[in-house]
């Protein structure tokens, strides 16, 4: 079975761009989950969706939005970017809508903003 | 802030030896978790250890949980150059009327072989 995929790879967007990133998740799994990676850090939750709601949020400005497909796939949305928002972003998909379930990593997107 | 921190920050050790990792985490769990990062790339998941287990075991790895300590320990048997990685544990917390995953600032662990 296909794991979680991501995409782009990788992106470079210049200060004040917005951009889009794409998750699918593995085949059955209805929740996703978006976190934030900095170089040298943990990853910081920014979202969650289960069943095309959202279940929760992280503190992150109003810049940052997502959401989920009938398909359950997802997009994370960044407007107005900020030369710190360069940082690689991880999509995670579960079965179930609790966050304390295994999450099920893709192999991220890697953002940089000139 | 962090809920989990990892200690070391890094560890350097030889091939065959072992790893012990540690995490400290803030507030009540349901679950800790740990997942590996190679080269900064996507997570994978190792093992989960609910609140009211104390020890699991999943081949070479061993964590212990102390619920009282609100702290976590990860160790690596036999370790292998495969094993080099950064290690983070993860806690979930609550937040209104759900729950986020909050990890810790990793161990970045280095097997010489």
Known sequence: DAGVTQSPTHLIKTRGQQVTLRCSPISGHKSVSWYQQVLGQGPQFIFQYYEKEERGRGNFPDRFSARQFPNYSSELNVNALLLGDSALYLCASSPGGGIQETQYFGPGTRLLVL | ?113
């Open chain 2, 1 to 113: 802030s962090q809920q989990g921190e990892e200690d070391p920050q890094a560890l350097s050790i030889q091939e065959g030896e072992n790893a012990t990792m540690n995490c400290s985490y803030k507030t009540s769990i349901n679950n800790l978790q740990w997942y590996r990062q190679n080269s900064g790339r996507g997570l994978v998941h190792l093992i989960l250890i609910r609140s009211n287990e104390r020890e699991k075991h999943s081949g070479r790895l061993r964590v212990t949980l102390d619920t009282s300590k609100k702290s976590s320990s990860l160790l690596i048997t036999a370790s292998r150059a495969a094993d080099t990685a950064s290690y983070f544990c993860a806690t979930d917390a609550r937040m209104d009327s759900s729950y986020k995953l909050i990890f810790g600032s990793g161990t970045r662990l280095l097997v010489r072989p």
